[in-house]
Structure formats: C-alpha cells, structure tokens
C-alpha cells in the first residue's frame, strides 16, 4: 500500500514576536500521522496567504518554496534508501538529528544504550545485562542466514518462527529462554510501531513456548542458619552475610538496599520498626516490619545522616564472586547467589504462614500473581517431601518380615 504523503505550512497569528513577524510552521503528514517543525522563515500576519499557504511577499516566499522542495526531495531520497519512512523519521533527518534505526539489530542497539542508561540510573543491571544477552542471540541467528542485518520492513512472522527453531534445534534452548528471546524480539517490533516504521507488529501472533512455572530458588532453614551462625573475619565478606541476612528477612533486592536512607525507615505507635519505601524496579511501595535480626543488623549502620544511604554498598556486579565463596566458606552445597535472599524471603514468609496479599506488599510487587509462585514452590515442596516419606516408609515395610 502506497503511504500518504503531504505538506502543510501554516502561521500561528496569536504568536508575533516583538519585530511584528510570526513563525511559518511545517507540517508532515505520513499515512494520517503528523510531526511539525519550524521552516526557519518569517512573516508579517498580514503578508500570509492561508487558502494557499503562501507568503506574498516574493523573496519570503521564494525561500518557503526552497524549504518545501527540501521537504520532498529528502522523503523520496528516505523512502528510495529505506523502503519505509515516517512522519517522525522525516523530521529527524530534515532538523539533523540522528537517525531513527530501520534495522532489526541498529534498533536493538539503541535500545540496549537506553537500557544501559537506565541501568546506571537506578543501580541495577539486570535487564540490562539480560537484555544484551537476547539481542546477541539475535546478531548470531542473522549471521548463520548469512545477513548483517534485517531491515524492520522485512520482519515477519516467518522469521519469528525461523529464530525460534534456531534456539529450540541449534542451540538447544529451554522454553523460557526462548520465551525471553522472543519477548525481546517482539519489544524491538514494537519499538519500531511506536516509530511508525511498521505499521504493525507482524509477530503478535507468533505463540510462545509452553510457559514454565517459574523456578525460585530459595535457601533452606538449615543454610539460613549456617549464615546466621559463621560470622566472617574479612570485612568485606562480614558486609556481605549481613546483607544477604537482611535482605532473607525483608526482602529487599540489592537496587533497594543500595537506595534504602534512614528516611525510610519508621516506628508504629507500639514501637514496631518498619521500612517504607518505593522498589527501584517497579515503583511499588514496599511495606515491611521488622524482624528483630533485620532491626539489628540495621544498628550497625547509618541510621541518622538522611543524605548518606544507610549500607555503603557498592556496585552489584562486584558482588557476585564474594557471594559464591561465603556460601563456600559457611559450607552451602548449592551456588550461593544474591537474589536467593529475597526469593528465600518469599518462600519463608509463605511457609510461615503470611497471606499472599500481605507478602505482595512486603515484596512490592507489581502483581500478585508473581507472589503466588512462592505458594506454588511450597505446596510442591510439600509434596515432594510427602513422596519420600511414602518410599522410605515402603522401604522399611519390604524390608520387614511378612506377617502372616
């Protein structure tokens, strides 16, 4: 379908400066969608043609005339080399900004350097991180189809369902990292809707894998105990047991520990200690009393100075080694990471008992469906537990003597 193209220049009459002109205002309209920018030429209101937007003044109008051909000259130049062009992407290049990508991996680029921005911003970068991972997949995908790139136009749904084989068959992916990659497929899509380089998404229908319940590994109590019980020599390693402990007993990621100031924390009438803050990750506020572990740990630290957050944390990717040799060092068996700790919070607050709506709050969660995942672990831990008791209990029965 051939796009629609027009030019519309027009004055504002109720904005003259003080020389008595008023701006000539551009306005591109691209298939029903519009961008306005300035032409740089002025006039007096007088001296406008509205029924034929033009200047009466000869040399006045001679340079709008000069302008619009500009305007015309570089849509076809955009629309020969690119294929698609809108009303945004126009604009972009007739001001001199840089351009908007038309191609699958230089939108993904771009994205990456916004997410990385953000990353920098809030103080976690995961997403981030997560995020470089999928667009690599992508980048390797079009290398083994012997492409560079793929320009946005010729995204297809046949082409979802090529780069999803590609992760099932070539590099034996599980459903959810291929329902990742996808997702981070279909944000580029949408990226480039959003744009108005495609009219659509043509991978909306493209269907997922088999969605997997999500796998939330918490430690046990046992663990829990062994970090209670070992404090560490080394400095650093000592801030990091009492960070993972704090974190097991509020729930708090790593971004909102690093953010968390002595001004969010509060004291109900009966004397209660509490955090209240928003979650740097979904903007949600988090309420969470106080363990009285978590209340001592906190004692440690800045809890007066408001300008100074109250654990000095560094960056989280410096972490990660230090948390794998404390669970060495305490003597877990499993991989020790960060985020177990707020996962650990999740399935021990279920396990005690707490509502779901009451651990949605604490966790400060988005949805309440991503609270209900905790609940699920325990019911099949539970489950998993009983299976045992039924084999060992018909072990020691076979092993027994017949009765007669």
């Not at 709008?64 to 076809?76: D, G, H, K, P």
């Not at 083994?144 to 068959?169: H, M």
């Amino acid at each position: 379908m051939r796009s629609t193209f027009r030019v519309f220049c027009y004055i504002d009459r109720q904005k003259v400066r003080a020389d008595g002109t008023t701006a000539v205002w551009c306005r591109l309209s691209i298939d029903g969608k519009r961008a306005v920018l300035t032409t740089g030429i002025y006039c007096r209101p007088e001296m406008w043609n509205a029924r034929r937007g033009e200047i009466l003044s000869p040399r006045e109008n001679n340079h709008l005339e000069a302008f619009r051909q500009r305007v015309v000259r570089t849509y076809e130049q955009m629309l020969e080399e690119q294929g698609v062009v809108s009303a945004a992407m126009l604009k972009e290049r007739l001001v001199g900004r840089h351009p908007v990508p038309t191609t699958l991996l230089a939108t993904g680029e771009a994205e990456l350097e916004r997410l990385e921005r953000r990353a920098e911003r809030i103080g976690s970068t995961s997403t981030w991180r997560e995020s470089r991972l999928m667009q690599g997949n992508l980048r390797r995908f079009l290398q083994s189809r012997g492409e560079e790139d793929l320009p946005l136009r010729d995204l297809t749904e046949a082409f979802g369902q090529a780069f999803k084989l590609y992760l099932k068959s070539s590099q034996h992916r599980s459903p959810s990292y291929v329902n990742r990659s996808l997702t981070w497929l279909n944000r580029l899509a949408y990226i480039a809707v959003d744009r108005e380089i495609l009219r659509c998404n043509p991978l909306e229908d493209l269907p997922y894998e088999k969605k997997v319940p999500p796998r939330h590994r918490a430690i046990s109590r046992e663990d829990l105990q062994r970090l209670l019980t070992h404090p560490q020599a080394d400095p650093r390693l000592e801030l990091i047991r009492r960070m993972f402990l704090f974190s097991c007993l509020t729930g708090l990621a790593y971004a909102d520990m690093q953010s968390l100031y002595p001004r969010h924390i509060g004291q109900t009438a009966e004397g209660r200690s509490y955090i209240r803050k928003q979650r740097v990750k979904t903007r949600i506020e988090a309420f969470i009393p106080l363990h009285p572990i978590a209340e001592q740990i906190l004692a440690l630290y800045n809890r007066t100075d408001d300008t100074q957050p109250v654990f000095p944390l560094g960056p989280r990717d410096g972490i990660w080694h230090d948390i794998h040799q404390l669970g060495i060092i305490v003597g877990i068996q499993e991989n020790l990471s960060y985020h177990q700790s707020r996962h650990s919070f999740g399935t021990l607050a279920i396990s005690a008992g707490l509502s779901i709506e009451s651990i949605a709050k604490m966790m400060g969660h988005a949805n309440i469906s991503t609270t209900q995942g905790y609940a699920q672990i325990t019911e099949q831990k539970i489950s998993e537990d009983m299976d045992r008791l039924i084999r060992r209990r018909a072990r020691r029965q076979g092993e027994s003597p017949a009765k007669m």
